[in-house]
């Protein structure tokens, strides 16, 4: 889903894409926009499918659309918490993502947070490495990141930063909303409280993802 800038404003010089893996939670973010929020230029919802092969094909694929040149890139999606305390619906602003090729630090996270803190109220948002897997980790394997220093756990978000930056210099970020945690943990996403509290967290987003795309457009001093 693509948005037009509004009319009578200047078309900024780069779009944003937004990468998610499953199709819940495209279904959530390209049904976040509030009636009257203006995006700061065009942005697409791409879904890339689970793991890391599929989200660097689809990624590296999307942004070789000109149309889609030179665009921010922000992961986004489901996660599992690693750490004790965590809970289904809380939100993380990785500060980095890190996967088998090393860590890729993100741009913007400050702005991140803050206008996740007005978008979605009453929600806690979590900052720190965010690690990537090929499969869904469990059990001891997420004790072992935690005690790596992980914040969380996902699929896709470091292949896609990378795939991102491999195609150019462009700001990147990933934000991701728990979905299990330590104490919570999901049998199938939807079918319980965690996961439906999750897809409303997630449906909110975009209002701070469209602020984090207006502050990356600004000139650097």
């Known amino acids: 889903m693509t948005a037009a800038p509004p009319s009578g404003t200047e078309e900024p010089p780069s779009p944003l ?32 499918g689970m793991g890391p092969d599929n989200a660097r094909r689809a990624v590296s694929g999307a942004l070789g659309d000109p149309a889609l040149a030179g665009a921010a890139v922000l992961a986004s999606g489901f996660c599992a918490g690693l750490r ?48 990537g897997s ?10 072992l990141l935690r005690a790596r220093g992980a914040l969380a756990v996902d699929m896709e978000s470091a292949a896609t930063l990378r795939a991102a930056l491999a195609a150019g210099p462009r700001p990147v970020a990933a934000v991701r909303v728990v979905v299990d945690a330590p104490e919570h943990e999901l ?35």
């Open 17 to 48: 894409l937004v990468a998610c893996a499953l199709g819940i939670e495209q279904l959530a973010l390209r049904s976040a926009r509030r009636p009257g929020a203006a995006a700061p230029g065009p942005y697409t919802v791409l879904r890339t």
């Open 84 to 131: 004790p305390g965590m809970h289904p619906g809380d939100l993380v602003v990785a500060e980095e993502t890190r996967g088998p090729e090393g860590a890729t630090p993100c741009a913007g996270t400050e702005i991140l947070v803050a206008a996740l803190e007005r978008a979605a109220p009453g929600r806690r948002v979590h900052t720190g490495p965010l690690v």
């Open 134 to 143: 090929d499969h869904v980790v469990r059990g001891q394997e997420r004790a």
């Open 187 to 221: 049998v199938r996403i939807g079918t319980v409280t965690g996961g439906i509290s999750a897809f409303r967290v997630l449906r909110s987003v975009m209002p701070a993802f469209l602020e984090w795309h207006r502050f990356s457009l600004l000139p650097r001093r």
